[in-house]
């Protein structure tokens, strides 16, 4: 929703996959649900889900989710979770001969980590580094990668605040031996817009100060991908 809004403008129907859609038993209180302002888990997840039927009510899309607990709720990521997303993926190619698998680039500010300690002294760390679950699910994913299918890296909102994803996805690409085939697409910001505005829980904590997400004006007017291929 917030990097794709390209690929949902498409004519033919989509998988859309929530991979960390599964729900702590008994309930929890995570750091980002209380940020949220929700009083467990339960509460969060009732009205994300909430959120998201709303946004994609009318669609053609199918929306399904993975029971894989997001990291607020564990005390680390398993191989178990890992290899849960790259079957999936799997999975899906198997279902799908040929298809394009969109997974996160993982943009954000990949600086050394000598160069964020001296910004952080020097109190100019607030530059936006890459979401590690994203890093997780794409490199979950790419892990069973197989002739079958083609991963589509995108570019991620609000993450590329902090810097493109064009650095990392080359290394990922060297890392797997393909390349990386750059893609630009102009989106309908309005429409995008409206779209976000559906997840009213979540955009005033990702947006930055002053320019909400759900704003046709502070987003950006392309999108970026990139195709890996041999």
């Known amino acids: ?41 339960k509460e969060a997840l009732a009205v994300r889900r909430a959120e998201q039927a709303a946004a994609f009510a ?6 399904s989710s993975l029971p894989v607990l997001e990291r607020q709720y564990v005390d680390e990521r398993t191989p178990a979770d890992r290899r849960a997303i790259g079957v999936a993926a799997a999975e899906w190619a198997n279902r799908n001969p040929g298809g394009l698998v969109a997974l996160p680039a993982g943009a954000g500010w990949t600086a050394p980590a000598l160069v964020r300690r001296v910004a952080l002294l020097a109190g100019r760390a607030a530059r936006v580094r890459p979401h590690p679950e994203h890093e997780v699910v794409r490199d979950s994913a790419l892990a069973m990668l197989d002739a079958g299918w083609t991963p589509l890296l995108y570019e991620e909102l609000p993450y590329l605040e902090g810097g493109s994803a064009d650095s990392t996805v080359a290394r990922i690409a060297r890392r797997h031996g393909l390349r990386a085939t750059p893609l630009e697409q102009a989106v309908d910001r309005a429409a995008k817009a409206a779209r976000i505005a559906f997840y009213a829980s979540q955009v005033p904590r990702i947006s930055a100060p002053g320019r909400r997400l759900d704003d046709p004006e502070a987003l950006p007017a392309f999108e970026r991908y990139w195709l890996l291929e041999p």
Do not use: N
Not at 14 to 31: A, C, I, K, N, Q
């Open 1 to 41: 929703m917030l990097s794709c809004a390209a690929l949902l403008k498409r004519d033919a129907p989509l998988d859309v996959v929530t991979v960390f859609g599964g729900e702590p038993d008994p309930p929890r209180l995570g750091y980002w649900d209380e940020i949220c302002g929700f009083a467990s888990s």
């Open 58 to 63: 009318g669609s053609q899309h199918r929306v």
